[in-house]
Structures are given as C-alpha cells and as structure tokens.
Antibody, heavy 120, light 108 residues
C-alpha cells in the first residue's frame, strides 16, 4: 500500500529555522516526483514546487522561489521542506503529494499534512 | 501567472446533481484532476485526466471537458459529499502545476 507519512506539528518563533519531512512507503520512492503544497488557515491549496528523488532535480513555484528549499534522502525514502528564517505568514498546513505523470500529472497520494505555527 | 477559476460555492439538495466548473485558457491542451478535501483532512484524488476515476471512487463522481472549461459532476449527492473541491492542471508555459481556488459544496 502506497503511503506518504509526514512529520508532526511544529510551533516555532519568527526567525527560527525548520525542516519537515515526508516519508514514502510501498512504492519506488526514487522514481516519482514529490510535490509540496501549502494551505494557509481557511484558504485553498497552493503548489510550492516539486523534487525528483532520484537526482534531486527541483522546480519551485515563482511564489516560493528563495523562500523555501527542498531536499531528499533516498536512503530512507524521505523528502524535506526547509525554511532558514520563518515568518508569521508561514503559518499553514503543508502537504506532500506524489505526482503521477503517467496519470496525466495528477497527485495520486497525499501525506496527512504537517501543521506549522509561527508565533512569538 | 496561470489561473484556474472555480465558483466559490455550490449548493445542492440530497439526491440532486452537483456540477462544479473549472476554467483556464490551457485546459483544452492540459489534463485536469479533481480533489475532494473534507474538513481537516488531506485532499483525496477523485478524477484524473479530465474524466478518469481512480479505483475506489464511486461512479456517481465523474468529469467532463469542453474546450477551456472542465466540469466535475456528483450525481445523487449525499450529505457526506459536503466538502471543498479543487481542480488542478499544468501551466504549459512554465511546466508548473496550479490549483483552482476551490469550491465549497454545501448539501442543503
């Protein structure tokens, strides 16, 4: 069974750094793009970008370029989303999702989401 | 930047048919997927490649496409279908993915 399991909720102060994770199970993790999606409180889904675990090829949405970074650790089938200096406006739920290109570029499996709260 | 336009809300009575539209200038060339998001839950894929249903999704959920507008259709709506629905497609100019603004389906 395919599963994406994300790390737990985080509470941080502005200016702090953070790295959240998304671990894949039940499929060849290296061969599917992983996307990160933001959902701010009461708002819709925003595509942040994608990373290909096999070679770490990365594409960022212009809205998020320079604000976050993606990485992977193939040895443990994990993808990461990282901030170096959090802002209050980063408060949101963050989802990872598997991109199935053979199904017409659809997100066929999603993690449960990681709630990030940034507050002083 | 590329935008997909959905109505903010749709209301329907139980047993009726709900239709949610998604418009975008590239939709005649790019596939659309639809996701259901129940309150507090992760999104779930309902339709891909405009009209295809993943295994496990009931056949009362369907999709259609005409030009630059695609439509997500729920036949015989049930109370449990009350949720937010999002369309998603690809921006051909940048190769980026984009979501519509979402539609809140209310079952009266």
């Amino acid at each position: 069974e395919v599963q994406l399991v994300q790390s737990g909720p985080e509470v941080k102060e502005p200016g702090e750094s953070l790295k959240i994770s998304c671990q894949g199970f039940g499929y060849n993790f290296s061969n599917y793009w992983i996307a990160w999606v933001r959902q701010m409180p009461g708002k819709g889904l925003e595509w942040m970008g994608i990373i290909y675990p096999d070679d770490s090829d990365t594409r960022y949405s212009p809205s998020f370029q320079g604000q976050v970074s993606f990485s992977v650790d193939k040895s443990i089938n994990a993808a990461y989303l990282q901030w170096t200096s959090l802002k209050a406006s980063d408060t949101a739920k963050y989802y990872c999702a598997r991109l199935a290109t053979l199904l017409g570029k659809t997100f066929d499996y999603w993690g449960q989401g990681t709630l990030v709260t940034v507050s002083s | 930047s590329y935008e997909l336009t959905q109505p903010p809300s749709v209301s329907v009575s139980p047993g009726q048919t709900a239709r949610i539209t998604c418009s975008g200038h590239a939709l005649s060339k790019q596939y659309v997927s639809w996701y259901q998001q129940q309150s507090g839950q992760a999104p779930v894929l309902m339709i891909y490649k405009d009209t295809k249903r993943p295994s496990g999704i009931p056949d009362r959920f369907s999709g259609s496409s005409s030009g630059t507008t695609v439509t997500f259709i729920i036949s015989a709506v049930q109370e449990e279908d009350e949720a937010d629905y999002y369309c998603q497609s690809t921006d051909t100019s940048g190769g980026f993915e984009v979501f519509g603004g979402g539609t809140k389906l209310t079952v009266l």
